[in-house]
């Protein structure tokens, strides 16, 4: 029988653990953005082609795996009619569209642009679960949302309403990328509680992937690949998809949605970063003030109340 301090030792180890898997997560998927925005850039590759092969080879994989690891249990997921409805809604709503338009974006605009309008996000989550328990905001959730919306018009804007910074395309993209991710974070828990998160994610991508392939036709599309292309994209689909999402996933499982959000904040960071750097774009100051305000939405959301609410 566990002590107290025992209980409380495993709970810091595992909160430790959730908060590195998330961290080591996001920069995944900030290195696999602009992996995808080198890849349109310079090798011909559109989103339509990529995203459809990224979901289902690593769909396909992790199945494989699963499937020799504990045959039985690899289709247990479509047993019952809840769990298949939970997990073909998770692969179109959450999983395809949140891919789809979050690689989108970058085409028409920049990795880290992408990334930052996609941090969104969490402020969207805030609004869904006031409406879904009936209850007004907290004082802090107002504000999280303010600065949300204000960082995504200064990145949209530049400060001036009369035009836009971005194509409205991108923006429009961006913003669907955004509300993507409130499926894609709230949707499998359910599934997340019966059945292990690369299984889960698994299905999404290889539901997602497959519609994707049928509307898209990526064979037919004519791309540069060469070493470069290869390296990239089997970059984005082990590290930035396979490795990427079974990190995130499993640190919201153990640490919690809110305190996810908050260390994956690393993700727009490591985005920009790579995305000047590498990709040599130039950000201008509402570009960093919006960043720093939607950033500081995801601390402020996270910072703990003395009264919590469910």
């Not at 179109?92 to 989108?104: H, P, T």
């Not at 079974?246 to 809110?258: A, C, D, E, R």
Request: hydrophobic share 50%; charged share 15%; net charge positive.
């Amino acid at each position: 029988m566990q002590t107290n301090n025992e209980s409380k030792q495993n709970q810091k180890k595992e909160m430790l653990l959730g908060t590195f898997l998330t961290i080591v997560g996001g920069i995944l998927w900030g290195i696999s953005g602009v992996c995808g925005q080198f890849l349109f850039q310079n090798k011909e590759v559109t989103a339509a082609w990529l995203v459809p092969i990224r979901l289902v080879t690593a769909g396909l994989l992790l199945l494989c795996y699963y499937f020799f690891k504990d045959k039985g249990k690899t289709f247990d997921i479509w047993k019952t009619k809840r769990n298949r409805t939970d997990i073909i809604v998770y692969g179109l709503a959450g999983m395809m569209l949140c891919q789809y338009s979050y690689f989108q974006t970058i085409e028409w605009s920049n990795a880290g642009t992408a990334t930052v309008i996609q941090y969104l996000g969490p402020a969207l989550i805030v609004v869904w679960v006031c409406f879904r328990t009936k209850r007004l905001p907290q004082k802090k959730e107002v504000l999280g949302v303010f600065l949300a919306v204000t960082g995504i018009f200064l990145i949209a804007t530049h400060g001036n309403p009369t035009s836009l910074a971005l194509s409205q395309k991108a923006l429009a993209m961006g913003l669907l990328s955004a509300v993507s991710v409130v499926v894609y974070t709230i949707k499998p828990a359910r599934l997340q509680a019966q059945f292990p998160t690369p299984l889960v994610l698994a299905w999404g991508m290889l539901i997602g992937g497959a519609v994707l392939m049928a509307v898209f036709r990526p064979w037919d599309y004519q791309v540069i690949f060469d070493r470069e292309t290869f390296a990239a994209v089997a970059f984005i689909i082990f590290f930035g998809t396979m490795a990427g999402f079974s990190l995130y996933l499993t640190g919201v499982k153990m640490i919690g949605s809110v305190k996810a959000s908050l260390v994956s904040c690393v993700e727009p960071v490591a985005s920009m970063v790579l995305t000047a750097v590498w990709m040599k774009v130039s950000f201008t100051t509402p570009d960093l003030i919006g960043t720093l305000f939607v950033i500081a939405t995801i601390i402020i959301l996270a910072i703990p109340t003395k009264k919590r609410q469910k």
